[in-house]
């Protein structure tokens, strides 16, 4: 299940996953970006606007000081706070490689090989069949000809994150003689 934050916050150990960035971890922090409480990996940390504005008290001066006596910035506003998180996220994104050409090159096809809509305990299913099958992850990985981080993707529930296509999945339903697409 996608996780995001419907703004009460909690948590509640439900998930292991920043929902900034989708960087599984065991230690998240509850952060305030763009007016939105997520549960955040440390790296995204700092982009916690309650954290930003804690070090920058001088913020409504430099707002009086424009002489348009508002006395708010037009920073503010929602459309500029969710330009601001949509460039914070990018930069995320692109900080891991460096560049953004990726994102066009890369990816799964998704109309020539679309990832069908999975049974929602797909993840289970596989890892027990590949147990009662006596096979590794490596070993499955191999006889299927897929990487294993591919099926490892899978097995932990992350399919459609991961851009795991269909005919992966149509392979593993074939070889542990498991339903995985509900139909």
């Known amino acids: 299940m996608a996780k995001y934050s419907t703004g009460d916050g909690g948590g509640g150990g439900d998930g292991d996953a920043c929902e900034l960035c989708g960087k599984a971890s065991s230690r998240l922090s509850t952060a305030n970006v763009a007016g939105a409480k997520l549960l955040v990996c440390a790296d995204c940390s700092p982009h916690d606007d309650s954290r930003r504005d804690s070090g920058h008290s001088g ?3 430099q707002g009086g000081s424009s002489g348009s006596g508002s006395g708010s910035s037009s920073s503010d506003s929602p459309a500029d706070r969710k ?9 995320i994104y692109d900080a891991n490689t460096g560049d953004s050409s990726h994102w ?8 020539r090989d679309r990832l069908p809509y999975l049974v929602s305990d797909y993840d289970e299913r596989v890892e027990n069949a590949r147990q009662e099958a006596g096979l590794t992850v490596e070993e499955l990985a191999d006889k299927l000809d897929i990487d294993d981080e591919e099926y490892l993707a899978v097995e932990q529930g ?10 992966v999945i149509r392979e593993l339903e074939d070889e542990l003689d498991v339903t995985l697409v509900d139909e």
Do not use: D, F, H, W
């Open 83 to 91: 330009k601001r998180a949509a460039q914070k996220q990018a930069e």
């Open 104 to 111: 066009e090159k890369e990816g799964t096809n998704y109309e």
């Open 158 to 167: 992350r399919a459609a994150r991961a851009g795991v296509g269909g005919s």
């Open 59 to 61: 913020q409504s001066s």
